[in-house]
C-alpha cells in the first residue's frame, strides 16, 4: 500500500501541532518507498515557512523528514491538470485538494490527510492514525 502524505500532515511536524505525533509515527513506522508528497506541497511548505520567517529550516526540513532523497516527490501529469479542475467543481474542493486528490487517484496512492474536504470524494482519506493502523493490519494479514 502506497501513502500520498498531504500538506497539512508536513506542517503539523514543521509548526508542532496537534497531530505531530501521530504524523511522526507514520513516518516511523511505514517504509519510505511507501510515502509520497507532491510537488505543490513541497512548494508549499517553503511558502508556509516562509510567512511564518521559518524559511531558514526548510533544508533542515527536508534532510529530516527524507524528502528528495527517501521520499519520492511527484507532480502531476500536465494531460491531468484539466481533470483536478473537473474534480475541483465536482467535489468543492480549492485547486490544491483537487491536486493532490487527482494525483492520488491517477496513481492509486491511499491520501493521508487531516483535511475534512476529501470527505467528500469517492476515494475519502486516511488520517495519520488511521492510515498508520491500515498500515499495520495489512502487516498483520500479509504475515499471517
Not at 20 to 39: H, Y
Not at 70 to 80: D, M, Q, W, Y
Amino acid at each position: 500500500m502506497r501513502f500520498l502524505i498531504d500538506t497539512n500532515c508536513w506542517m503539523q511536524i514543521i509548526r508542532d501541532r496537534k497531530h505531530s505525533q501521530d504524523v511522526r509515527e507514520l513516518l516511523a513506522e511505514i517504509p519510505d518507498e511507501q510515502l509520497f508528497i507532491t510537488d505543490l506541497s513541497l512548494h508549499s511548505v517553503g511558502i508556509v515557512l516562509s510567512r511564518f520567517k521559518m524559511l531558514d529550516q526548510f533544508p533542515t526540513f527536508l534532510l529530516a523528514s527524507g524528502i528528495t532523497t527517501s521520499i519520492e516527490v511527484i507532480g502531476l501529469a500536465h494531460n491531468l491538470l484539466t481533470a483536478a479542475v473537473d474534480c475541483s467543481k465536482h467535489f468543492g474542493l480549492d485547486f490544491e485538494d483537487a491536486y493532490q486528490y487527482t494525483i492520488a487517484k491517477s496513481l492509486n496512492l491511499r491520501l493521508v490527510s487531516l483535511d475534512s474536504d476529501f470527505d467528500r470524494t469517492e476515494s475519502g482519506r486516511l488520517t495519520p492514525a488511521s492510515a498508520l493502523q491500515l498500515f499495520k493490519d495489512e502487516q498483520k494479514s500479509q504475515n499471517s
